[in-house]
T-cell receptor, first 117, second 116 residues
Framework: GAVVSQHPSRVICKSGTSVKIECRSL??????MFWYRQFPKKSLMLMAT?????????EQGVEKDKFLINHASLTLSTLTVTSAHPEDSSFYIC?????????????FGPGTRLTVL | AQKITQTQPGMFVQEKEAVTLDCTYD???????LFWYKQPSSGEMIFLIY??????QNATEGRYSLNFQKARKSANLVISASQLGDSAMYFC?????????????FGTGTRLKVLA
């Protein structure tokens, strides 16, 4: 149980286009999902906390208009990178919080590698 | 200030030997949780072990154990009998914040290489 999927796993796009990444909790309901960004050989940086039915909470320094987050249902959150530029190239990982878990509440998706040309 | 500090960017260990990966943390919250994750080259984050701030005993999960020293604010991961498949990036993380609004903060990671 507690499986989180991400789609796509890899995407290459041209500069200026928008890219949508989906994060789904497959076998549990997640009122909270998290979006992280990871640069090569670096740590995970929390970008925002996505709450079902309400606006996402963004971390300091993360552009809300650049990284649009929508948590429309208890099993789906989406991250849209708008007007992508090469500096947005990164590994994006989502996680979903399962409140019924005893302690490991956060289950990670497999990640999406975004390359902007 | 860093809330999670991993001072070893890279570590080598001989196969079948034990290795300790260091992690220190900083928080004023009396209730927190500490995690270790493994990230192989494929990128997925694999949960290894958890230690709650109120747990009296050190956590163990198979070959993984967590050396929790609360007064020193350290939560080192010990991997016993290392295997080649243990080669990966290892992240220490802390969960803090009021219940329902948790955040997870990650350290910079330690890259472990197991030698045959």
């Amino acid at each position: 149980g507690a499986v989180v999927s991400q789609h796509p796993s890899r995407v290459i796009c041209k500069s200026g286009t928008s890219v949508k990444i989906e994060c789904r909790s497959l076998d549990f309901q997640a009122t909270t999902m998290f979006w992280y960004r990871q640069f090569p050989k670096k740590s995970l940086m929390l970008m925002a906390t996505s709450n079902e039915g309400s606006k996402a909470t963004y971390e300091q320094g993360v552009e809300k208009d650049k990284f649009l987050i929508n948590h429309a249902s208890l099993t789906l959150s989406t991250l849209t990178v708008t007007s992508a530029h090469p500096e947005d190239s990164s590994f994006y990982i989502c996680s979903a919080r399962w409140t019924l878990s005893s302690y490991n509440e956060q289950f990670f998706g497999p990640g999406t590698r975004l390359t902007v040309l | 200030a860093q809330k999670i500090t991993q001072t070893q960017p890279g570590m080598f260990v001989q196969e079948k030997e034990a290795v300790t990966l260091d992690c220190t943390y900083d928080t004023s919250d009396p209730s927190y949780g500490l995690f270790w994750y493994k990230q192989p080259s494929s990128g997925e984050m694999i949960f290894l072990i958890y230690q709650g701030s109120y747990d009296q005993q050190n956590a163990t999960e198979g070959r993984y154990s967590l050396n929790f020293q609360k007064a020193r604010k350290s939560a080192n991961l010990v991997i016993s009998a290392s295997q080649l498949g243990d080669s990966a990036m290892y992240f220490c993380a802390m969960r803090e914040g009021p219940s329902g609004t948790y955040k997870y903060i990650f350290g910079t990671g330690t890259r472990l290489k197991v030698l045959a």
